[in-house]
């Protein structure tokens, strides 16, 4: 069996090229504030691998998606083994966009943090009197430029997104901008309306697109998990402070009130994190995690 090596490793995702596709493997790595902890978070990788199948067959209807297979049979001998079984898939090869595609349904985070200041979140004026977690009146689309590992994504608003694409796509900027934020809006209307169903609410998430050999925009990436999505019990959902989630916030919490944790999470913090995801993944899939 010929040893591959992964041709990109991301924070928590390791890219294996394979001729016309690619092969992309969540790992059960954690990072937080950009960083990589010193844990693994047992079965994480699978439940974000099965999670975006399952709202990439969900969204097929309104544009089509990189995923090919997520069935390791379908893949190379070498990902026949236990450790790429349930959190590998096999996507088409994209060229990416270079924003990332974010939606907010709920006031929260830095969102939240920018409205207290001046009644903005990304340049736009909301509504004033909201609560922390309050239901914006609709979906706002803030984009962010991607960053290289280690640098943080800067906002920018809509019209630079259209400047920013059509410095790297001349021509195309105004068009490729647009279509962006009605699919990222669009979909995101759709499945949090069906979270909504399974008692979960989507506060806010991001998408990233690419463009496949015809020149058509493609869905890429992961979608709607539990590291790109804020996810909420709607049980309890309550404005005026933050809420609890089925994420990784609750590692997030724990470092930013233990100093001198050198990146490092105690492992009843890592088996109620694994608890959290694999409960969100429970709730809005209905099904257990094979």
Known sequence: MTELKPVKEGKVREIYDNGDSLIMVAT?????FDVILDNEVTKKGTVLTQMSKFWFDMTEDILPNHMISVDVNDMPEFFRQP?????SMMCKKLEMLPIECIVRGYITGS???SYKKNGTVCGIKLPEGLLESDKLPE???TPSTKAEIGDHDENISYEQSVAHLEKHFPGKGEEYAAKLRDYTI????????YALTRGIIIADTKFEFGLNENGDIVLGDEMLTPDSSRFWPADG????HAQPSFDKQFARDWLKSNEGHNWKLPQDVVDK???IYLEGYEKLT???LA
């Open 237 to 240: 959902y309550e404005p005026g």
């Open 273 to 275: 994190t694994i608890a």
């Open 83 to 87: 450790k790429f079984t349930g959190n």
């Open 139 to 141: 979906p706002i689309y």
């Open 111 to 113: 969102g939240w943090e």
């Open 28 to 32: 059960d790595r954690i990072s937080c």
């Open 186 to 193: 669009a979909l995101y209307k759709k499945c949090a309306d």
């Open 286 to 288: 209905g099904n257990k």
